[in-house]
C-alpha cells in the first residue's frame, strides 16, 4: 500500500479513536435502540460490550460440548449398541445433523418474530437438557432389561424397542433444542456490540473469531474425554456429562441477564418476513408495469430510479401502488432494498453446500476409517476413533489466534481493510483448502485398501489394518484451519448482511448451509449404496470397510468440491455488499 493510502488509514484510525475515547468519557451514555433487564435505557458503560460477551461465549463453549458430545461419536453407538449397519448408520446421523442444522431457521423465526432472541435461549435450554436427559435413560435401558433377537435360529443380545424408540425421540427432542440455541446464543452476542460506536464495531468483528476459538478450546479437552468414556467405561456415563453441561451453560446465562442489552421491538412494527414477503408479493402483482411508467410513478412519490441498487430491478415495481390502493399498503424504498439484500444471499448460501457435505464426512466416514487403523497409543489404552475429530479443534485453537494476530495485520497493509480481507475472500479461501482436504483423505484411504489387501486382511471386517491412525491427522488439521476461514467468515457475512431485525434468521442461514449439505450427504450415500450394490456387490459403503470404497467417494466430492467453488467465485466477484462498511469489516 502507497504512503497516501497508509496515512488516510492512520487518520481514519486516530478519528475514530477519538469518536470513541469521546463516547466513553460521558458517564452514563446510553446505547440507541437498546434497553437493560428492567426495559430501561442501556448505559454503555454497564452493558455490553465484552463483559456481556464472556457469560455468552462461556454458555456457548457448554452447548457445543453437549451437542458434540453427542454427534462426535453417535455413529459408533448407531453401529455399537443399536446395530444398524455402516451406511444406515451414516444416513441416521447426516439426517439427524441435517435436521438439527435447519431447525434454527424455525428457532431463528421464533426469536425475531415472536419471543426475541434472550426468551427463545431460555425455552430451547430447557428443551435441550429434556432431550438429554431422555437419551441418557435410553441408554440406561439395556442395563435394566435384557433383550434377546432371533437370528438364524440364534440368539443374540440386540436393543430393545422402546430404547430405539426413546433415544430417536430424545436425539431429536436435542436437535430442536438446539435449533432454538444456536442462531439466537451467537446474534445475541454479537448484539452486545453497538455497530455505530467505532471501538464496539471492532470489537464485534474481533468477537465472532474469539467466538469459535473458545468455543473450540473448551471442546476440544472435553471430547477426549467424552469419546473415552463413551467406547470404554459407559454411554450413561457419556450422554449424562452433556446434559449436566447444558443445566451449568443454562445457570450461567442467566447470571448474566443484569449486564446483557436488548434490542428494542416496536410494537407497530411489520414482522421483517411480512415486510420482506410482501416485497416480492407486489412486485409478482405488478410484473407485467412497464419501466416507464414505474419510473413517473416513482418520481410521483419523491423515490429516484439512482437511489436504489441495481441488482433484482425487478423487486423495484413493489414500490408501485395498484389503482385505488392507499399509501400505506405500498412498499418503501428500505423494504425492497431489504428484500434485495436477502436475495443477494441466495447465490452464495448455494454454493457453499458442497463445503457442508464435505463437513459431514467428519463424523461418519472420517471415524469409521479411524476404526479399522491401528490406534494404540500405550499398551492397555487405545484411541477413541471419535477423539481424531479434536484434531481439527486443534487446528482451530492454533490458527485462530495466527489468524487474528499475524495474518489480518499483515493483509490489513496490503489492503487497506480493518478485517485484513474481505468476509467473502475469507470464506473463498476455506472452501479451497477443503478441497485440498478431501483429496487427501482419499489419498490415505487408497493408502488403508491397499494395506489391508497386501496384509490379507480384505474378508476380515474385524481385523485392525496395521497402518497409524495418525495417518488421518493431515485431513482432519486442513480441515480445521478451513473452518477458522470458512465457518468464521459465514457466521459474520450472515449476521452482518441482513437486515438488523433478522440476524437470528441470518446466522440460521449459515447453519441450514450444514443442514442441507447434510441431507445432500445421505441422499448420495443412499443412491450409491443402491447403485453400487445391486446384485449382491460390494457397495462403495459396504459394512467391511476393507471391501468398500469410501475414496471413490471423497473423489466425487472433490470433483462437486471444484465445480462449487469456481460457481462461489463467480457469484462472490460481482456481490454488492449490503453496508457501506462492510467491505472493510
Known sequence: MNDCGG??????EDEEERVSLTLDSQVGVVVDGAVDYKG??????????????????????AERMAYYGIQANLISYLTGPLHQNTATAAENVNIWSGTASLLPLFGAFLADSLLGRYRTIILASLIYILGLGLLTLSALLPSLTKYECQLDSKFTSCSPQLQVILFFISLYLVAIGQGGHKPCVQAFGADQFDERHPKEHKARSTFFNWWYFTMCAGCMATLWILNYIQDN?????????????MIIALLVFLLGTTTYRFNIQECDKISPFLRIGRVFLAAIRNRQTTISSMS?????????????????????????APKGSKEEETCSLTEVEEAKAVLRLVPIWATTLVYGIIFAQIFTFFTKQGATMERTIFPGFDIPAASLQTLG????????????????????????????????????????????????????????????QESGLVDDPGATVPMSIWWLIPQYFLFGVSEVFTMVGLQEFFYDQ???????MGLALYLSIFG????????????????????????????????AHIDYFYWLLAGFSVVGFAMFMCFAKSYV?????????
Open 577 to 585: 455488499y449490503n453496508h457501506k462498511g462492510a467491505s472493510r469489516v
Open 40 to 61: 430501561q435505557p442501556s448505559i454503555r458503560s454497564k452493558s455490553g460490550s465484552w463483559k456481556s460477551a464472556r457469560f455468552i461465549i462461556g454458555v456457548e463453549v
Open 7 to 12: 496515512s488516510a488509514m492512520a487518520e481514519l
Open 296 to 320: 413517473i410513478e416513482e418520481e410521483s412519490r419523491g423515490i429516484l430510479p439512482h437511489q436504489n441498487s441495481e441488482q433484482f430491478n425487478f423487486l423495484n415495481k413493489a414500490l408501485l
Open 498 to 504: 441482513v437486515p438488523n431485525e433478522l440476524r437470528s
Open 233 to 245: 467405561l459407559s454411554w450413561v456415563i457419556g450422554f449424562g456429562i452433556p446434559c449436566v453441561a
Open 516 to 547: 442441507v449439505g447434510s441431507f445432500l450427504s445421505g441422499f448420495l450415500i443412499s443412491v450409491i449404496e443402491t447403485v453400487t450394490g445391486k446384485d449382491g456387490q460390494d457397495s462403495w459403503f459396504a459394512n467391511n470397510l476393507n471391501k
Open 393 to 452: 479443534t486443534l487446528a482451530i485453537v492454533i490458527f485462530s489466534p495466527i489468524y487474528d494476530r499475524l495474518f489480518v495485520p499483515m493483509a490489513r497493509a496490503i489492503t487497506g481493510k480493518h478485517s485484513g480481507i474481505t468476509m467473502l475472500q475469507r470464506i473463498g479461501t476455506g472452501i479451497f483448502i477443503s478441497i485440498v482436504t478431501i483429496v487427501l483423505a482419499a489419498l490415505v484411504e487408497m493408502k488403508r485398501l491397499k494395506t489391508a
